[in-house]
């Protein structure tokens, strides 16, 4: 398997533009989780979903923020409009649900916003 | 809620032992994890070890788990310029569906 898989890599964009991240998670895994990690706070969990279904957005920081998961092989994270305080990296990670739950992290999405 | 504290720095002398500790609050917690993240990398889990054990060895790395004080440490023996990285210390529980991560300890390994 390819691992999970993260598009873009890299994005610059400007203040008030529409922004939309990608995953895809390992092909069996039925569990997905969202991440932002920056300098000043961390790894913060925005959300994740259990067999397509959002079990917990508490992190969401936003109504800018959204995501979806329309099939288990796939996932995007939406910010629109975006701001400067957005610019993190971004990682989406899967993993099986269950109590042993060993996550596989992608690359991660470096978004700057201007 | 959940809660999982790490300091944030640690810097070692290449060849001597690393350290690093970490706390939990989540009494029910059932597996405890350690990631490594390289620089411009994703975390990649090092190692793991089930709540009903109080250590763990695997090569370099020996876990310590002491579950009256929630405490849990990775030692990394003989440690390398290669282990300079961010350790996540991190949780889980049967009903939780998820892990719960600390905000991880970089460590600096000087030649």
């Known amino acids: 398997d390819a691992g999970v898989i993260q598009s873009p890599r890299h994005e610059v964009t400007e203040m008030g533009q529409e922004v939309t991240l990608r995953c895809k998670p390992i092909s069996g895994h039925n569990s997905l989780f969202w991440y932002r990690q920056t300098m000043m706070r961390g790894l913060e969990l925005l959300i994740y979903f259990n067999n397509n279904v959002p079990i917990d957005d508490s992190g969401m920081p936003e109504d800018r923020f959204s995501a979806k998961m329309p099939n288990a092989s796939f996932s995007t994270l939406k910010i629109q409009p975006s701001e400067p305080r957005d610019s993190a990296v971004y990682f989406c990670?899967?993993?099986?649900?269950?109590?042993?739950?060993?996550?596989?992290f992608g690359p991660g999405t470096r978004l700057t916003v201007l | 809620g959940e809660d999982v504290e790490q300091s944030l720095f640690l810097s070692v002398r290449e060849g001597d032992s690393s350290v690093i500790n970490c706390t939990y609050t989540?009494?029910?917690?059932?597996?405890l994890y350690w990631y490594k993240q390289e620089p411009g990398a994703g975390l990649q889990l090092l190692t793991y070890?089930?709540?009903?054990?109080d250590m763990k060895q695997d090569q370099r790395l020996t876990v310590l788990l002491n579950k009256k004080d929630k405490h849990l440490s990775l030692r990394i023996a003989d440690t390398q310029t290669g282990d300079s990285a961010i350790y996540f210390c991190?949780?889980?529980?049967?009903?939780?569906?998820?892990?719960?991560f600390g905000d991880g300890t970089t460590l600096t390994v000087k030649p």
């Open positions: 989540d009494s029910s917690s059932t597996y």
């Open positions: 991190a949780e889980s529980n049967t009903n939780a569906g998820k892990s719960t």
């Open positions: 070890i089930f709540s009903n054990m």
């Open positions: 990670a899967s993993s099986l649900a269950g109590a042993y739950n060993e996550q596989f």
